[in-house]
């Protein structure tokens, strides 16, 4: 049985974060392990995950040191902790889809059946929404780019990344290359990071037209 693990990383998230648990509460598809890494949260952020435990399968690590690493390193250093074959990203202020895990993995595994060897990512539309979910673009990629293809996302990421972490899913072999060639530090986001290292590495990248987030924008965003 392969591994489908969720790698969340907080700070200071005491706002949204229960709303983007219990999505991960609901979902269609339910085995699941989720890996925490909080920056070093001040408000009742880890209360609040704690407070899950008994629903979803937690595993909390928490920076020791009093200086926040950034979202990018932050995701970067639980990326190497995650030992699962499927890999999410997410936000702790965003909403998940009831089938997103579900969508993707089933995307993934039919990929697999031709090609089980090379590095991929699965990624979907998402919604735009406000900070109480009210949505604001129906498309987030169409609010970005016109006529979103893979093969446009292809040639421009040396210079933009049309593509939120929090809409990815990647495979074994994606998350073995972003460990194995570390993290660039001039690299902003740690989705672009893998989004490059996928194409340079031959990579796949399979898009579901569907939107599967609530990708919410706040006054507190970290990008």
Known sequence: MKIVQV???????????????????????????????????????????????????IVL??????????????????????????IFLADQDDVWLRDKIFLCLDKMKASELTDPDTAKCVFSDY????????????????????????????ES?????????????????LIDLAINAGFDTHILMHDWWLVLLGKHHGGLFLYIPESLVMYRQHQHNAV
């Open 7 to 57: 790698c969340l990383t907080t700070y200071n998230g005491e706002s949204y974060i229960a709303s983007f648990l219990d999505s991960l509460v609901n979902q269609s598809f339910e085995d699941f392990e989720v890996l925490v890494s909080d920056d070093g949260s001040s408000d009742n952020t880890l209360k609040i995950i704690e407070s899950y435990k008994d629903r979803l399968k």
């Open 61 to 86: 690590y928490v920076n020791p040191s009093p200086t926040p690493m950034g979202p990018a390193l932050n995701f970067m250093k639980l990326l190497s902790l995650a030992s699962g074959d499927y």
């Open 127 to 154: 919604y735009v929404v406000d900070q109480d979910l009210c949505v604001i673009q129906k498309s987030g990629l169409a609010a970005v780019t016109s006529s979103f293809s893979v093969n446009k996302l292809m």
């Open 157 to 173: 990421v040396e210079y933009t990344n049309f593509v939120p972490g929090c809409t990815m899913m990647v495979n074994r072999k």
